[in-house]
Every structure is written in C-alpha cells, then in structure tokens.
C-alpha cells in the first residue's frame, strides 16, 4: 500500500498522455485533484501511530548483489514532508486549475510534470535506501527544470530551466559519490543501518569527504550560497509550481537530506560549522539581495534563500546537540530542531500563500514589477488581506506562525553562548538579527508597494478586478491556517513536530524535550529583539527612497550569475577549442591516430610478454620461382605509389590481385585460388567503371613532414605485421599446439559426405558462418542499388 | 618460404597504410584491396605453407594442409569483395555529387 | 558499355560461344565443389563474369533484354533458399543448419550423392551472382 502511495502519481502521469485524448476540452486538474488529496487522507491515517513514536518500514530487494532495496520507512520527519507535499500539492493542483488556462497552455505536460514531482518528492523522504533516494531526488530536478521550462518559448524560462538542470544535478552527482563513498565505509545503502555505524564511521578517512559531497548536493538543491543563483532564474516557471516546488517541497529536499544525515554526520563539529556558516551567509545573502528586487516573484526567491538559510542554520545548532552531550544542553539544541520543524511548516503555509497572491495580481494586472504596481488594496481586498497575513508573519509579527518561530529562532541563536566558546559566539544571533531586520524591510515593501499608494489604472493594459473565487481558496485556506497556528501554536506539536524531532535525534529521551510553544513568553530578550527589528525595519523601509538611487540598488541580478555565465561559456569556448585540435575533419588524420594506437598496442604487448623474435628463427628454403613470384610482386605493389595515370593504377592492382591467386596456388589453395581470380575480375570491372570518368590522380603537394610521417607510420606497421608474423608462427611450431583442424580432417567424410574439406567446412560445419557472410554481400548489392539508383536529386550535400 | 611471404605481407601493409593516408578516394579505396591481400596471406602463412597438398581428401588424404585457414580466408575475400564493392560504388556516388575525389575538399566545415 | 561494333557477325557468334562455355563451366564449378575446387561463392562469381562479358559485348539494352533478371529479387531468393534448407534441421529436431546425405544409385548414372548442402551452396551462388551482378549493372546503367 505504501508503494502503491509513492508510485501512484507516477502511473496516473503515465496515463495522462492516453487520457488526454478525451479529455483535450476539458480541465482535468478537477480529476486530479483528487490523486494528492487522497494521498493526504492516507497519509493522515499514519499520523496516530507515529505519535505514538513507532515507525514503519517495508522491504522490497531490487539489486540485492549491490545493496539497493526498495525499502520504505516512516517516521515522524518522512511522514511530516509527506503531509506537506501532499497538501500544499493538492492546494496547488486547485489553484492552477483556475490560474493556467484550458485553451491556451498545454495542461497535460504540466500536469504530467507535476505528478512526476510529487511521486519522486514522496520517494525522497519514504525511502530508506540511499540509491533509490537519489533516484528519487534526480527525477524531481528533472521535473522542476522542465517544469521551469514549461513556456519554452521564452528564452529566459529556458535560460533557467537549464541552470536549475545543470546546478542542482552537478549536486545530485556530488551526492551520489558521497553515497557511494559511505557505501564503502559501511557497507549498505540503508539510512537507519548508517545510523546504526554512525560512531564507526566518524573515525573512518572517508567520513570528511562523504560529509562534504552529500551536503553538496543538500546545499545545490536548496539554494545555499553560492549555489542559489538558479533559484531566482526558476521563477520563470509559472506560478503554482514556484509555490509548489520552489518554496514549500523541493527546495526543502536539501532540508530533509540535511535532518536525515544529523544522527549520521552530525557529532562532528565540522558538520556543526559547515551548515551554521552556509546557514548564516545565506540567510544574510538573501534577504538583502531582496530589498533590490523590483519583480514580486524576485523578492519571493530570494526570500525563500533567505529562510532556506535559516532552516540550514538552525539544523546546524540542533546538531550541536549530537557532539556537545549534557543533559540540559541538549533540551537547547533539540529545540533548534524542534524551531526548524516548525519553522519548515510556518515558512510553507506563509510563503505559499504569498506565491499565489502574487500569482494573482499577475494574472489580473499582467505585471508583477512592484514599480507599476500600487493601491491594489481597494481593488482587491481579499488579496489583500491575505497578503498581509503572509506578510505579516514572514516579517515575525504576532499573532502569527511566523512570530513563534522567529522568536524560537532568536532563542537558539542566544543560546549558542552556552557552548563552551561563551560569548564569542556573540556575533551569531547579531548577524541573525540584522538580517531579520532586512527581511522585515523587503515584506515592508511588497505590501506598500503593492496594496497602499495610489492606484494607476493607465499602468495596466487590462480591467483590474478582484480574482475569481477559485483562485482565491487555496491562498485563503493557507492564510488561515497562517494565522491559526498563530494563535494555536500547539496543534501539530504533539503529532507530528515531536515526532519528527525524534527521528533526527534518535538519542534523545522524549521527556527532556517536550516542548510546547507559546505566543507570548514574557518580557525576555527575544521579545525585545523583535521590537528592535520592528523599530529598525521600519526605518530601514523609510530609508529606501532615499538610497534606492545608489549603484547596490540598481544590479538586480546576483552578482555571483557572472561567474555562472561566465564559467559556461568559457567551457563552450574550450571545449571547442579541444576538439578542434583533435578533430580536424581529414580521415587521414583520424586514420592516423588508429594506426598510432594499434602500433602503441602492439609494441606494448611484445614487450609485455617478452614474445619479440628474431626473423631468423624461422628460416628456411625456398624455391627458386617463390623468388621470383614474391619479386614481382613487391615491384609491382611498390610501383603503385609511383603511377600518375588512373588505368594503370588499376590495371597494376588487378596485378596484384592475380599473383595473390598465383601464391594461393602455389600453397595448396585451390578452391582460395580460384576464387580471388574471379573476384580480382569483378573488381577491376567495376573500378573501371566507377573511374574512368574520373580526372587523372592529381599529384599530391603535401609537405615534406606529413609525408614523413606517413612513412613512418606505414613502415611502422609494415614491421609490426612482420613481427606479429614472425613470432605467431614461430611460437605455433615451438610449442606444437594442437590444431582444432584434425577433426575437419578426420570428419569432413563421415559427418559432410564430401571431400573437398574447405567447401565442407563452408556449407556443413560453419554453415551459419556462410549464411551470415552472404547476408553481408546481400546487403552490400541493395545497399549499391539504393545508392545509385535512389538518390538525392539536385546539389543537395548529403 | 615463410619469411620470404612475410617480407611480401609486410610490404603490401605499408603500402597499403601509406595509400590508406592519402587524399584520393581510389588510392584508399586500393589501400583496402592491398590489406586484405595481406591480410589473407598472412592468415594462410602462419598456419604454415605447404606446396601440392590441397585439401582435398582423395589427392592428399590426411597429409594435407590446414583447411580451416582457408575456409576462412574464402569467407574473408568474399566480404571483403562486398566491402569493396561497396566502396567503390560510393567514391563513384561521392565523385558525382561533389565533383572531386580529393578528400581534402570533401573535408567538412569545422563545426560540421 | 559497349566494347564492339553492332553488326560483325563472327564476333557476335564467338562470343555467344564463349559465354555458353563460361556458363556451363560455372555450374560445373558449382556442382563440383564438394569434392573438388569449387562450389558456391567460385560458382556465382564465374556465372556472374559471363553475365558481364554478355553487358560487356552486347550492351546494357540488349543484355537487359535476355537477362529479365530483378537482381534484388536474386539476392532475396537467395538468402531465402539457404534459410530455409537450414530450417530442415530445426524441422527434423536437429539444431538450425544441420546438413544431410545420402547416396542413392540412378540407372544410368551410377550412383550419386544427394546432400542437402547442394541447395544451400545453391543459395549461396544466387546471392553472389546478384550482389555481383547488382554492382556492376547498376554502375554502369548510372550513365547522365
């Protein structure tokens, strides 16, 4: 049943293309509606037993030989995210039935898509093997860029969709190779057998660059600095899927990772360090790179790297918890856990619903750039509302979700000072605080801009209007729930964040850290950080106008894109450069290199094998006209390279050809001998005709070094083939190896009934053989007929 | 007698390479004929020459030659008669279309 | 292609002498093959020069006359022939390709070996004589 859940999007999206047929007129996001919806019933019905702090798993071996299984376990954190991806996926499948039009867009990629996404982010955080994670986690990379690209007639929607392609899989890879290296250390795949070795694996070698090359691919895909840059170029995608995966699921799959490998990585103090720096820096990255931003959807982005941060960061406290030890110390640090759980709900709930506000006043205005935009409060006042509680809770204001985790936030900032470095961890909760300060300034600024000033109608080319109800229910039910968890900050305490908390700290003891949320905590120091954040963020909004003029302000985009753009076109630029060195176009050239590599092969297997022989060991007598024959033809072969005139030069090939029949002659070849006479005709008939139309050879005027080193090369392997000669047949006589042709010899009249061994051999014994040559010649009369016969008309290049 | 055949072989390879390296489409097109000569040749010698001993079961009887070596040279020189044939045909479609033989016109654009 | 004049009689008559004789020759090759030099591939290329000495003297158009041959259908045959006489085996419960022999005494002729290996060397000769035949008549008909 559990397989069944994960793998159903993928075969309902596998049915869409035949369903789509039938249903080309109408919206089929109403019966798709239904697929995450269910799956959020089912999941739901989890919820009881993983309160009660069991998990479950199932086992299905797929490549037992390499340790990758199918298995599946829940628990609190898998069934969290699960939750998540179901419900804001079914809130989203409900809003883009009314945002995406049924008679313009092409509805059946977008959904087949977004389905494939679903399923492979339900394979994420179900599965307990770490292949078929990572399987999982390509294939929603693979979704989101296509789904970035889903108007691919716009060069920016491809611009990003590549970038998001190439960043996040270059991580994905980076993590796979951490797998990999894990796999060697402790070999299994399975994430609770690695929690299992987690004290033998920290001191293993490989333990530090596992750690580096996982969190790579935990830090690609969700937008840590320097790898955020694709995230704001993946706005371009339309917005229900920015809501959908690029703030509330995909983007947190880093989180998850992240959660997941603390039991694993997290005693070291480098892991502790690693994701509060990256935390920190992105955080502040973010939120002040949003303050510049003029596109609504571009402040959401980067905002969303600014929370991603945060998330990170606190992670990064919690895993403190693993390496400090102490009983009181830990209740602090699992409480960072605890405020990124919560914190990973509130941030979904709030920025989803500001996503589809935005999305909203795109579709109704036809802008989203906050400089035309103004006064949209009376024309849309439930827009508004909404927004505002968004808002309002991104900026950390009560009484909403928001709030609570921002003051959790600022407590385990605070509380890093407990470490034994004391008060030098000051610095933390101060960079923190100034970086909330710029978040509040940016929310400032897209709910002024956009709702509170005066209306300008003529901006707009269309009639503005409230949205239509349907767009407006799911931004509602978010925002309600924004503000409901707000005012009960304890609803899914004890179901769900407990039990999340429990499976990233397996070692801790649940009485410790039960932990409940408060509104209002007294007059304590985060409660006057909020207010100075207020204070200071207010200023900071009043400040705008007067320095919007200076230069920070008017790069919108990422400084960190030139290195991205840059980097790609100096690997287009290079790589082109290498080729064209290799590749010159000439088959002499390419021809050249093979012969090269076959000389290099084979003085490296005579010198390998010590099996070089003097050509004298063979030795022996010949007659007088084998000379003779041999004499002629070696004159006739090298005259070739002198004959200007193209009838000569066949005629002395056909030469060749008949001493080859003389030699086979000579050699007890009769049936050889007969045959290469009938084919030198043939084939001097048909260079005749295919030629002689042809001007005469132009003398070649090649440089005297090409022609060296085509001497070389030639004379190279006119050695080597006489070497190679010369040893084989010395070695066969040398060591008297008995010759599978004795049972020709003996057989050929008993089992073939005739008497000439060759053609028994041909049309009994290796009779396939034949079949199979004939079937070539029988290829190569159509093949000649086709050529000739069916051609291209015209001058066309072919 | 063998090392005399192998001095044959050897100079029908080089020159079949050195022909193989050249710009006109008949000279490759001859380069393949002279290395399968060779190559036919060298197969018949190392398995050892023998003179008056054809294969053939009421002249030689069990003295005679290897077969096997020649039952594969037979198969040998047919397909490479079909591979030449086929070449030739194509240098001769190659000459019509684009009016030279010389590979080094033929040579694509860079970038191609 | 054309080697000759069109009217000198002699000329015509010996060489019609002499591509009977080559034909006659090839199919000799042909049957001979299991016992002594010859056989299939020998056969169909011997065959397939008397075609073309016939292209060679008389031209493409009279040629073309006698030899209302489809050369790809010569192949296909061919290829056709020498499948299904490997079948025989399969049919017989023997593995593809198993050839078989017996010798039977004919008044008159004494007595003669029948092999199944005959129509599949059979095969073999149908497909060179048109893959040969495919090459060179198709060239030299290619005349703009």
């Not at chain 1, 069944?4 to 035949?18: Q, S």
């Not at chain 1, 679903?118 to 955080?125: K, N, S, T």
């Not at chain 1, 005749?688 to 001007?695: G, N, T």
């Not at chain 3, 056709?80 to 490997?86: N, S």
Request: with cysteine; glycine share 8%.
């Amino acid at each position: 049943m559990l397989y069944l859940a994960i793998l159903a999007p993928f075969f309902i999206a596998l049915l869409l293309p035949v369903l789509f047929r039938w249903t080309r007129a109408r919206q089929i996001g109403w019966g798709l509606l239904l697929v995450p919806a269910a799956l959020f019933a089912y999941f739901a019905t989890y919820l009881p037993a993983i309160g009660r702090g069991e998990s479950i798993s199932r086992e299905m071996s797929w490549v037992p030989s390499l340790g990758i299984s199918f298995d599946i376990y829940v628990d609190g954190l898998g069934l969290l995210f699960a939750l998540l991806i179901t419900g804001v996926g079914t809130l989203v499948v409900l809003y883009s039935i009314f945002y995406l039009d049924k008679r313009k867009e092409q509805l059946h990629h977008f959904y087949f898509y977004l389905l494939m996404f679903m399923g492979a982010m339900l394979g994420i955080v179900l599965s307990d093997n770490l292949i078929i994670l990572y399987i999982f986690w390509e294939l929603t990379s693979l979704s989101s860029s296509l789904l970035v690209a889903f108007w691919y007639d716009r060069d920016r929607s491809i611009y990003g969709a590549r970038k998001s392609m190439l960043i996040t899989v270059f991580g994905g890879f980076a993590m796979m190779a951490g797998f990999i290296l894990l796999y060697i250390e402790a070999g299994t795949f399975s994430i609770q057998g690695l929690i299992a070795q987690a004290d033998s694996l920290l001191g293993s070698p490989l333990f530090y660059p596992a750690m580096v090359l996982v969190l790579l691919g935990a830090f690609t895909k969700s937008a840590q600095f320097p790898f955020h840059i694709w995230l704001p170029d993946a706005m371009e995608a339309p917005t229900p899927v920015s809501a959908y995966l690029h703030s509330a699921t995909m983007v947190k799959a880093g989180i998850y990772l992240v959660a997941r490998m603390i039991p694993v990585f997290g005693a070291s103090e480098a892991w502790f360090w690693i994701l509060l720096l990256t935390g920190l820096v992105t955080m502040c990255w973010g939120s002040v790179s949003a303050i510049r931003q003029h596109d609504l959807k571009g402040i959401l982005a980067f905002s969303t790297i600014s929370q991603l941060g945060l998330l990170m960061m606190l992670l990064g406290i919690g895993s403190a918890a693993m390496f400090v030890g102490g009983d009181a110390m830990e209740s602090v640090y699992a409480a960072a856990i605890t405020t990124a759980m919560v914190h990973l709900v509130n941030h979904a709930t709030f920025k989803g619903s500001l996503f589809m506000i935005v999305g909203i006043i795109d579709h109704e205005t036809g802008t989203r750039d906050i400089r035309r935009l103004g006064g949209l409060m009376t024309v849309m006042p439930i827009a508004f509302t909404v927004a505002l509680f968004g808002l309002a809770a991104m900026a950390g204001l009560p009484p909403f979700n928001g709030f609570i985790s921002k003051e959790m936030f600022f407590t385990a900032m605070i509380s890093l000072q407990e470490l034994s470095w004391g008060s030098a961890m000051l610095w933390v909760p101060v960079i923190g605080w100034l970086a909330s300060i710029f978040t509040f300034g940016y929310c400032a600024l897209m709910l002024f801009r956009t709702f509170t000033g005066e209306f300008k109608r003529f901006n707009f080319d269309q009639e503005v209007h409230e949205a239509p109800i349907g767009l407006l229910i799911s931004p509602i039910i978010l925002g309600s729930l924004v503000l409901l968890l707000g005012l009960f900050p304890n609803l899914m305490v004890p179901s769900l964040i407990e039990p999340a908390v429990a499976s990233i700290l397996p070692a801790l003891d649940p009485e410790l850290y039960s932990f409940r949320l408060y509104l209002w905590h007294g007059f304590n120091m985060e409660l006057w950080m909020s207010i100075g954040v207020i204070v200071f963020g207010v200023l900071l909004y009043r400040s705008l106008p007067g320095v919007s003029g200076w230069w920070f302000f008017s790069r919108e985009r990422d400084p960190l894109n030139k290195l991205y753009d840059g980097g790609l076109d100096a690997l287009a630029v290079g790589s082109e450069k290498v080729t064209g060195i290799q590749m010159t176009g000439r088959l002499r050239d390419y021809l050249a290199y093979m012969l090269i590599f076959m000389i290099g092969l084979a003085t490296y297997v005579f010198f390998r094998s010590d099996s070089l022989v003097a050509p004298s060991a063979i030795a022996g007598d010949a007659p007088l006209y084998l000379y003779g024959v041999a004499f002629l033809m070696i004159l006739a072969t090298v005259a070739l390279l002198r004959i200007k005139d193209r009838i000569s030069f066949i005629i002395v090939l056909g030469v060749i050809g008949l001493m080859v029949s003389l030699l086979f002659t000579i050699f007890s070849g009769q049936d050889l001998a007969l045959t290469q006479l009938l084919v030198e005709t043939v084939t001097v008939i048909l260079l005749l005709l295919a030629f002689r139309r042809l001007p005469e050879i132009t003398p070649e005027r090649i440089p005297v070094f090409s022609r060296i080193v085509k001497l070389v090369i030639s004379s190279a392997v006119a050695i080597g083939v006489f070497l190679v000669g010369v040893s084989a047949f010395h070695f066969r006589n040398e060591t008297g190896f008995a010759s599978i042709s004795d049972f020709f010899k003996e057989n050929t009249y008993e089992l073939g009934g005739g008497k000439n061994m060759v053609n028994v051999i041909l049309v009994d014994f290796r009779a396939l053989d034949t079949l199979l040559e004939v079937l070539v010649l029988g290829i190569v009369g159509l093949a000649i007929i086709m050529l000739v016969k069916h051609r291209f008309k015209g001058g066309e290049d072919v | 007698m063998e090392l005399l055949m192998l001095i044959v072989i050897a100079v029908l390879f080089g020159v079949g390479t050195y022909l193989l390296l050249s710009r006109s489409l008949l000279k490759v097109v001859a380069s393949l004929m002279l290395l399968s000569h060779g190559v036919h040749l060298l197969i018949l010698t190392m398995s050892g020459l023998r003179e008056g001993a054809p294969p053939l079961l009421d002249e030689s009887g069990t003295g005679a030659t290897d077969p096997l070596p020649q039952a594969l040279i037979l198969t040998a020189i047919v397909i490479s008669f079909g591979l030449t044939a086929f070449l030739i045909v194509l240098a001769y479609r190659t000459y019509k279309a684009h009016d030279t033989e010389d590979l080094e016109q033929l040579r694509g654009e860079p970038n191609e | 292609m054309r080697f000759t004049r069109e009217h000198d009689v002699m000329q015509r008559v010996w060489i019609t002498v002499v591509i009977c004789l080559l034909l006659a020759f090839s199919w000799y090759l042909f049957f001979a093959g299991h016992n002594r030099p010859g056989g299939g591939f020998i056969g169909g290329l011997m065959t397939a020069s008397a075609i073309v000495l016939m292209y060679m003297f008389f031209g493409a158009k009279e040629a073309g006359r006698v030899m209302r041959l489809s050369y790809p259908v010569v192949i296909s045959l061919g290829l056709l022939v020498a499948v299904v006489v490997g079948m025989i085996g399969l049919l017989a419960g023997d593995a593809f390709f198993t050839q078989y022999f017996d010798y039977v005494t004919l008044p008159l002729v004494g007595e003669i070996e029948l092999t199944t290996a005959v129509p599949f060397d059979f095969g073999v000769y149908l497909v060179v004589v048109g893959a040969t035949m495919a090459a060179i008549v198709t060239i030299s008909e290619d005349e703009d």
